[in-house]
């Protein structure tokens, strides 16, 4: 049974600050990892992806994906209220063909 | 931008009836996905297609059947739409290992 681990939160980070979201996963043949963005009553979105160990950056977004402690992070810098959301941690198996969901963590920032 | 469209946004239909879900795309991407997202249990996949007539059953694919006839659109048919299938169905795709894309989501309400 491949499993995906996130903390529900919620997550309180102030406005400006560094927010976290960590995950965790259990099958080491995985392959690709991503990051979706859900706002309350929207569908997931697409915000980060990574596929090799180490740090990906793409404007205020940061993932960092460690293989060999199955481990994979998403850090959102200079916080804003509307990074307010839920985010949901997948893990991709045959490709990204497959994917499993994370429940997700549920993140607030405080103006 | 990819563009995935779901047919209806909010539904409700009476137990026993035969519930159809469309999925259509314009991007002519291989897969397509069907899931379902329950408070507390996540988004679970239920089927996906890979072909024009191809399909594999995701995690929980009991009560529910899919039709791909032609590449852009894919069908989530509920055989005989019971309380416990109320949801919020959401209908993804990608190509070729890509990221997954998610349409808008319909909100089904069986009563």
Not at chain 1, 58 to 68: P, S
Not at chain 2, 12 to 30: A, I, P, S, W, Y
Request: aromatic share 12%.
């Amino acid at each position: 049974q491949k499993e995906v681990e996130q903390n529900s939160g919620p997550l309180s980070v102030p406005e400006g600050a560094i927010a976290s979201l960590n995950c965790t996963y259990s099958d080491r043949g995985s392959q690709s990892f991503f990051w979706y963005r859900q706002y309350s009553g929207k569908s997931p979105e697409l915000i980060m992806f990574i596929y090799s160990n180490g740090d990906k950056e793409d404007g205020r977004f940061t993932a960092q994906l460690n293989k060999a402690s199955q481990y994979v992070s998403l850090l959102i810098r200079d916080s804003q209220p509307s990074d307010s959301a839920t985010y949901l941690c997948a893990v991709g198996f045959q490709g990204a063909q497959k994917l499993v969901f994370g429940q997700g963590t549920r993140l607030t920032i405080n103006p | 931008d990819v563009k995935v469209t779901q047919s209806s946004r909010y539904l409700v239909k009476r137990t026993g009836e035969k519930v159809f879900l469309e999925c259509v795309q314009d991007m002519d991407h291989e897969n397509m996905f069907w899931y379902r997202q329950d408070p507390g249990l996540g988004l679970r996949l239920i089927y996906f297609s890979y072909d024009v007539k191809m399909k594999e059953k995701g995690d929980i694919p009991e009560g529910y059947s899919v039709s791909r006839e032609k590449k852009e659109r894919f069908s989530l048919i509920l055989e005989s739409a019971s309380t416990n299938q109320t949801s919020m169905y959401l209908c993804a795709l990608s190509g070729s290992n890509q990221p997954q894309h998610f349409g808008d989501g319909t909100r089904l309400s069986i009563l």
